[in-house]
């Protein structure tokens, strides 16, 4: 059977030229309320879920998205492949502000968020060596080649705790660990479609040199704003591409991603907490059957 595709970015992903039957649908979480309803519809036939990270109109700060809840309604849905697309500072002179990033690892410097659908009575341990999942990976590389899309292919996000940006000294010590680029937003949210056990992958879209380049020492929100507003129309091209692709693979049951909690759990059954388990249904029912 297949999946659906779901999208978190910002609005101007949204207005793709042939999605049909679109409506927003409001969908509950054990785990509170979620960013905005998902705009649900069809591209092709294939059934696409977006949702607004940041809600309509950009309401809520990086600190304060429910994470949570945002992936638990996803999986609720039927989603069972993500694509975030998101803003990010550059901290390499090649990329620069306009260029597009696949990233394939995260460096996670956030620390006021919470960052599992697990706890105390139903503790899971699962695996991010490689956060994000390649095939879908691949699938955005061959759409970007494809559309005509400037994307690197590789790149480390760090991910900051936000929402001010970073100090000229911390913009330097993120340089010097190898960072190619910063943002607030994909953690905890590639952790938590991992225990989700769905396919993630991250489009990052460079809006501006970070503090450490001599010309952008002080870089502003109508400056980032011109630049995002710039890469919306790219965003959207590469979306529609990549949607076929992602809905035509017939290999994606057999990706790992979909089977990260099959050794994860570590509580024994017996000794599981009944509410969370009831909780978990969405997110973890697969491996907490009986």
Request: aromatic residues 6%.
């Amino acid at each position: 059977m297949q999946g659906k595709i779901g999208i978190i970015g910002g609005s101007g992903v949204y207005d793709i030229d042939g999605l049909e039957n679109k409506r927003w649908e409001k969908v509950g979480s054990p785990f509170g309320s979620p960013s905005d309803a998902l705009l649900c519809g069809e591209l092709n036939g294939i059934q696409l879920v977006f949702l607004p990270r940041h809600g309509r109109g950009h309401k809520i700060p990086p600190s304060e998205i429910n994470f949570r809840a945002n992936i638990d309604v996803l999986k609720r849905t039927g989603v069972t492949d993500v694509i975030s697309v998101s803003a990010v500072g550059s901290l390499r002179e090649d990329l620069a502000p306009g260029a597009f990033v696949i990233v394939d690892q995260f460096i996670d410097r956030t620390f006021a968020r919470e960052k599992s659908f697990f706890g105390s009575g139903m503790v899971a341990h699962v695996s991010m060596a490689h956060p994000v999942c390649r095939r879908l990976g691949d699938h955005l590389e061959n759409a970007a080649k494809e559309a005509g899309i400037n994307a690197v292919r590789g790149g480390t996000y760090l991910v900051m705790e936000g929402p001010q940006f970073s100090s000229l000294a911390e913009s330097k010590l993120y340089r010097q660990w190898g960072c190619d680029i910063i943002g607030m937003t994909n953690m905890p949210e590639a952790k938590l479609a991992r225990e989700a056990e769905l396919c993630y992958a991250t489009v990052a879209m460079v809006t501006d040199y970070d503090c450490w380049h001599p010309d952008h020492d002080h870089v502003t929100v109508d400056q980032i704003i011109k630049v995002l507003l710039e890469n919306a129309d790219k965003a959207k091209t590469l979306v529609k591409q990549v949607v076929p692709r992602v809905g035509g693979d017939a290999k994606a049951c057999d990706c790992g991603c979909r089977s990260a909690l099959q050794y994860a759990l570590i509580t024994a059954p017996e000794a599981r907490d009944v509410a969370m388990k009831e909780k978990l249904q969405a997110i973890a029912g697969r491996v907490l059957k009986g």
